[in-house]
T-cell receptor, first 112, second 118 residues
């Protein structure tokens, strides 16, 4: 089945540093989404990407949908302690099911 | 904005009992609901997809007789874990997709239900 390879698995950075994480797949997805999940809660959508090559920002977050529709990256600039959490990429299949396939997650820790 | 709720937020039950988890869309009609399971420090794994008024479609390896899904209305889906065992202990998260009353599609995740089977 479809798989999303997400890296890095975890990051421990200093407040103020920029962060980058990415996802790749052997499958083509219709839509790429980036979510943040905090302990004991459901994922919250950060950015949605719909077009190949699309570059979208949401505050300090920037994400791009790869030209081949098989990869995406998420950058967080000037990290702050509340950025702590697990970040997941998710690809939406090109069929009519609207299923989301999730990456393995990147655990981000920010040192004040 | 749109909100998806789950009830209960956490439940502890004895092995062999059944547990029902509700997922509600609060300000939109959810034509499709998805149920995910997440083990500690792992990713979300899709269990099944349900369309309102239809039987759920289960992912490979998910026992449909053990995880009963009902999507009887456009705002409510339920997941029942039947004859629960300790290995069913997990974080269960629903996601609802549908159309806002104000127009446009939307999809949101619920806050999750933590199940502990003793």
């Amino acid at each position: 089945g479809q798989q999303l390879n997400q890296s890095p698995q975890s990051m421990f950075i200093q407040e103020g540093e920029d962060v980058s994480m990415n996802c790749t797949s052997s499958s083509i997805f219709n839509t790429w989404l980036w979510y943040k999940q905090e302990p004991g809660e459901g994922p919250v959508l950060l950015i949605a990407l719909y077009k190949a090559g699309e570059l979208t920002s949401n505050g300090r977050l920037t994400a791009q949908f790869g030209i081949t529709r098989k990869d995406s990256f998420l950058n967080i600039s000037a990290s702050i302690p509340s950025d702590v959490g697990i970040y997941f990429c998710a690809g939406q299949l090109r069929d009519s099911s609207y299923k989301l396939i999730f990456g393995s997650g990147t655990r981000l820790l920010v040192r004040p | 904005g749109a909100v998806v709720s789950q009830h209960p937020s956490r439940v502890i039950c004895k092995s062999g009992t059944s547990v029902k988890i509700e997922c509600r869309s609060l300000d939109f009609q959810a034509t499709t609901m998805f149920w995910y399971r997440q083990f500690p420090k792992k990713s979300l794994m899709l269990m099944a997809t349900s369309n309102e008024g239809s039987k759920a479609t289960y992912e490979q390896g998910v026992e449909k007789d053990k995880f009963l899904i009902n999507h009887a209305s456009l705002t409510l889906s339920t997941l029942t874990v039947t004859s629960a065992h300790p290995e069913d202990s997990s974080f269960y998260i629903c996601s609802a997709r549908g159309y806002r009353t104000s127009g446009g599609e939307t999809q949101y995740f619920g806050p999750g239900t933590r199940l502990l089977v003793l």
